[in-house]
Structures are given as structure tokens and as C-alpha cells.
């Protein structure tokens, strides 16, 4: 079955420590993204790419960083620059014509402390 | 920039039919969306409007207004597994197809 995948569902971390979160898909989507959710709140584009090796930041990208080494994968790291680090983060992807339709992994949920 | 509005909660009856509206503003608009997600769990995508109208699947349909900046999700015959959050987003123009949520409604429904 083709789709998203997200690990690890529940990470917890000290503050001041970086940590990467993994998105991998096999449904050959072009274009991937990341989304942080806080709670009663929409979702918030942190970073996206279109094609391998190659990212834009979102609306929020201070404190998060990314890289596109492969058209499966792209895993994010939240680094210690992040001031409010905990949230529910999800990765999707669309194909190349269809950014409407969405397709959004399990999700992981990150507590700092 | 761009900015949607939808009711924070909503709450109907098993086996009636609830609306759940959204108006945004925004440029280069190209269609409007809707997801929905379960508590804990991933938005999955309902519908995509792009023209005026209503669109229809299954038990949701979804209607826009591209003239009144306006559209709606429409849940008919509702069933107690419908409790979720209901989230409008807008396709717009911005270098690549860029999708904005707005910040959800939470519908429940009762016995």
C-alpha cells in the first residue's frame, strides 16, 4: 500500500538538543511538506520542496531546517533555535498538478521539556 | 497575505445535516479545500472546489463562491463517527501552489 510514514509517533527531548523527525512516502510524489499543529490551531507550513534537492522555507521555518537528498524522504530537524518546540508535526505530500489534494502521514508528536 | 475564517465548534444530531462555512481572503486564489481529522490522528482530504458550485460525494458535499470569497462543507445524514475537526484551506498562487488551513471547526455530534 503506498503512503506516508512518520517516526516516531511520540518523542519526547530536553531543551536545547536537536532533533529530526523522519517523512518517508512511496507514492511518488514530486512535492513533500511539513506542517506544525498546535492545539485548537490549523496547520502551519514550516518548510516544502517540489523536486530533490531543493526546499523553501514556509511561513515558519525560524528554528527547523530540512534537506530533499531523495525524492522519498525528507526528514526535518528541529534545532534548539526553536523557541516553542512542542506541537504535533505532520508531513505530507501532493503530486506535481495537485497541491490541493494533500496526502498527510500519522504525524509525531514532539515534547520538549 | 492570506486568511480564512471558520465557526471554532459546532455541534448537531445524529442523522441530521450541519454546514460548516469558511471565507477567506487571499490573491491568486485557485480553489478551496476541505480536510477532516480525528482527534490524534492525520487530516485526510473530503473535497476541492475550483469553480462556483456544489460538489458532491457521498454524504459531503462542498460549495464555493469564488464572487463572495465564501464556500461551505455540507455533512448530510450525520453519524456519530463525523466527530472530528473540519478544516477549509486555500490554493493559491505564491510560486507554487500554496495551501493555507484555516483553524478548524470541531463538530459533535449527539444521540
Known amino acids: 500500500d503506498g503512503g506516508i510514514t512518520q517516526s516516531p509517533k511520540y518523542l519526547f527531548r530536553k531543551e536545547g538538543q536537536n532533533v529530526t523527525l523522519s517523512c518517508e512516502q512511496n507514492?511518488?510524489?514530486?512535492?513533500m511538506y511539513w506542517y506544525r499543529q498546535d492545539p485548537g490551531q490549523g496547520l502551519r507550513l514550516i518548510y516544502y520542496?517540489?523536486?530533490?534537492?531543493?526546499?523553501q522555507k514556509g511561513d515558519i521555518a525560524e528554528g527547523y531546517s530540512v534537506s530533499r537528498e531523495k525524492k522519498e524522504s525528507f526528514p526535518l530537524t528541529v534545532t534548539s533555535a526553536q523557541k516553542n518546540p512542542t506541537a504535533f508535526y505532520l508531513c505530507?505530500?501532493?503530486?506535481?498538478?495537485?497541491?490541493?489534494?494533500?496526502?498527510f502521514g500519522p504525524g509525531t508528536r514532539l515534547t520538549v521539556t | 497575505g492570506q486568511s480564512l475564517e471558520q465557526p471554532s465548534e459546532v455541534t448537531a444530531v445524529e442523522g441530521a445535516i450541519v454546514q460548516i462555512n469558511c471565507t477567506y481572503q487571499?490573491?491568486?486564489?485557485?480553489?478551496l479545500s476541505w480536510y477532516q481529522q480525528h482527534d490524534g490522528g492525520a487530516p485526510t482530504f473530503l473535497s476541492y472546489n475550483a469553480l462556483d458550485g456544489l460538489e458532491e460525494t457521498g454524504r459531503f458535499s462542498s460549495f464555493l463562491s469564488r464572487s463572495d470569497s465564501y464556500g461551505y462543507l455540507l455533512l448530510q445524514e450525520l453519524q456519530m463517527k463525523d466527530s472530528a475537526s473540519y478544516f477549509c484551506a486555500v490554493v493559491s498562487s505564491g510560486g507554487y501552489q500554496k495551501v493555507t488551513f484555516g483553524t478548524g471547526t470541531k463538530l459533535q455530534v449527539i444521540p
Open positions: 520542496s517540489q523536486i530533490v534537492n531543493d526546499f
Open positions: 507514492l511518488n510524489h514530486d512535492a
Open positions: 505530507a505530500s501532493t503530486a506535481a498538478s495537485g497541491a490541493y489534494e494533500q496526502y
Open positions: 487571499t490573491s491568486g486564489f485557485y480553489g
